[in-house]
């Protein structure tokens, strides 16, 4: 069944190198929320990279009620805006969503196949967790925010880790379109220190050897391998780590469209503007046509519910 190698994250550990890390494959996930929008080809293909690596983050989060929120800016490129989060349901689905402002014309100068550094210009990546603070206090919500910098998001990524967090880490994203649709494939691998797997963290060192074994080895992965629908993940992370002792392969997510968008929090939104303010945004029924910027659909507010 291809459709059982699709929107699914793995987590893993290597407890003999340290290892953990995240594989995903996302395939109609990225056509339905694409489907809201209609986006260009360029677009649609930097937001399919967004997902994957939202999801690749996402996963990592240890409770339901969290969230990953990457968010990529610039105040010079062709794309002003990308927002791709993460949120796991009640059934523990993690729920991904997104969508990008850019400039059209800008885009159709570039030609058709424009770098990350030619789609935002100088711009930067701000990657958010929010996690529901223990009662220690640990989670709570996290912030780091990076420069757009190197070939893709997941280089940009990368830096995010090194930077924010002081993990070594690897991040390739491939993204592929066909007759069928989109497909996004991922991996995350991050080295943590001696004895660490599953704990928090302490202190770190670069120079391990085992850091750089895995590295290698990850850099064998085919893009072909990681988008193929009809490859388990399970078997991908074989074929990069058959030579070690044991890979534990922790936890099978499945992904999904959603959107969390409610007439309620728009209502809530207006309600803060002057009411006269609201009348010019009404149209001639009398609602006010809120469009969600990720999911494309329109909720009309009544004008008629207003108490202010
Ligand atoms: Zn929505």
Redesign the pocket.
Known sequence: MPEAQMDIALGFTIPSRNVRGRIVRLGPVVDDVLSAHAYPPAIARLLAEALALAALLGTTLKDVGGQLTMQAQTENGAVSLLVADYKPDAQGIGDL?GYVQFDVDRLVEMGGDPSLFGLFGKGYLAITFDQIANEQGVGGRYQGIVPLEGASLGKAAEHYFAQSEQIPSFVQIDVRQDADGWIAGGVLIQHLPEGEVGRERLHVRHDQPECEHVQILAETLKAEELTDPELALEEVLWRLFHEEDEVRVTARTGLAKG???NITHFRDVLSRFPAPDRVEMADEQGNINVD?A??S?IFPVSLAGFSN
């Open positions: 969503r959107c969390r968008c969600c990720f999911c659909r």
